[in-house]
């Protein structure tokens, strides 16, 4: 059996690290070791066969386990988590995710689960949607001025607030990855910060 642990990031402002520790933090709780893991930033409206994870799935075989963070990882549309699932389920390999809990193979119960979620996904991201264009519509009837107003901004950062804390880290040379996990931010937020500071 064959472990892979998939992370996919949208953009390159975006970090594969909060995925990378969830799911390290996960293989220790069940006593996996991961043999591979898949990282890359993309889209996940682009097609899974152009992606690193199409290669991932022409090599999976029978008893094989791919974990991610959540099943948005692998597709933003319904159908394309589902096709992805298919396959998946098709070849006998399973696909476990860390948020949802979700542990899917090739079951019954799995391809309705995974149908389910896909189904719900879309709705959901179709609402918000919706929901955002009709905000925006009405502020703009409304004669309201839309996005943030020249000149402001704002002084104060969100980890500004940690400063003693970050400051004592870096003294005991704790790695910048482990300051920002304990500070609930990205490492890049945090490298942000400290370009700030020194400003």
Known sequence: MM????????TDRQTV????YEIEQFCLREALSAGCWIEETISGSRDYDKRELGRLLKRIRRGDLIICSELSRLGRSMFMIMKILST???RGCRVWTVKEGYRLGEDIQSKVLAFSFGL?????RNLISQRTKEALARKKAEGRKLGRPPGTGNK?????????KILEMLSKGRPKAEIA??????????LRWLRRQMK
Do not use: F
């Not at 472990?3 to 949208?10: A, L, P």
């Not at 719900?120 to 959901?124: F, H, Q, R, V």
């Not at 104060?156 to 003693?164: F, I, N, Q, V």
């Open 88 to 90: 998946c389920m098709e």
């Open 120 to 124: 719900s996904a879309e709705i959901e």
């Open 3 to 10: 472990i892979y642990c998939y992370i996919r990031v949208s």
């Open 17 to 20: 690290e909060n995925q990378r």
């Open 156 to 164: 104060r950062y969100k980890l500004d607030d940690e400063r003693e």
């Open 181 to 190: 996990r304990q500070c609930g931010v990205a490492k890049t937020t945090l």
